[in-house]
T-cell receptor
Framework: GQNIDQPTEMTATEGAIVQINCTYQ??????LFWYQQHAGEAPTFLSY????GLEEKGRFSSFLSRSKGYSYLLLKELQMKDSASYLC???????????FGSGTQLTVLP | ETGVTQTPRHLVMGMTNKKSLKCEQH?????MYWYKQSAKKPLELMFV???????ENNSVPSRFSPECPNSSHLFLHLHTLQPEDSALYLC??????????????FGNGTRLTVT
């Protein structure tokens, strides 16, 4: 089966650091995607983790622990424009299936 | 520019109407997808086309009918919809299916309201 959990909402302050967690139970797990979706816009690709560890891309980093079925997206030096929904999605190679979480709505306050 | 264009952006239709959603991708990808996005729910995969052939149809009601005339265009034909079909319909494309290592590129979606 496939199951993804992430918090529904988070709030943080401009300039701060926020960590958005995602846990998954995915048979035949291959990798974990993160997407950003601003209101009324297309989801856009942020990262894809296949191996354990942290991958950094500028202010955004993504971490994966395959043994724990756990990932997080770390956003540093938060800006107002980072207010968006963040979707995690787990890919199963055996099921040939990409399963999305419900998304975490992040609000950045001044 | 996302590279994936959807029209219309908004659509209001009655339950007896027939309408179509259109998607066009300019990325040279060979797989295209329709997803349904409802508030507070995960993205639901509806249809997948790979190399213009339908490869997945996730138990979607027959009132939704996809069409993929070529690798750049995808349509979703709608008829006799129900109010619970109101949602954001997202089109996406990828290079290769399944999108194991290739991220999906999404359009901005069509906000559909069924009255």
């Amino acid at each position: 089966g496939q199951n993804i959990d992430q918090p529904t909402e988070m709030t943080a302050t401009e300039g701060a650091i926020v960590q958005i967690n995602c846990t998954y139970q995915t048979s035949g797990f291959n990798g974990l995607f993160w997407y950003q979706q601003h209101a009324g816009e297309a989801p856009t690709f942020l990262s894809y983790n296949v191996l354990d560890g942290l991958e950094e891309k500028g202010r955004f980093s993504s971490f994966l622990s395959r043994s724990k079925g756990y990932s997080y997206l770390l956003l540093k030096e938060l800006q107002m424009k980072d207010s968006a929904s963040y979707l995690c999605a787990a890919y199963s190679g055996s099921a040939r299936q990409l399963t999305f979480g419900s998304g975490t709505q992040l609000t950045v306050l001044p | 520019e996302t590279g994936v264009t959807q029209t219309p952006r908004h659509l209001v239709m009655g339950m007896t109407n027939k309408k179509s959603l259109k998607c066009e991708q300019h990325l040279g990808h060979n797989a295209m997808y329709w997803y349904k996005q409802s508030a507070k729910k995960p993205l639901e995969l509806m249809f997948v086309y790979s190399l213009e052939e339908r490869v997945e149809n996730n138990s979607v009601p027959s009132r939704f009918s996809p069409e993929c005339p070529n690798s750049s265009h995808l349509f979703l034909h709608l008829h006799t919809l129900q109010p619970e079909d109101s949602a954001l319909y997202l089109c996406a494309s990828s290079q290769g299916h399944p999108p194991g290592n290739s991220p999906l590129h999404f359009g901005n979606g069509t906000r559909l309201t069924v009255t």
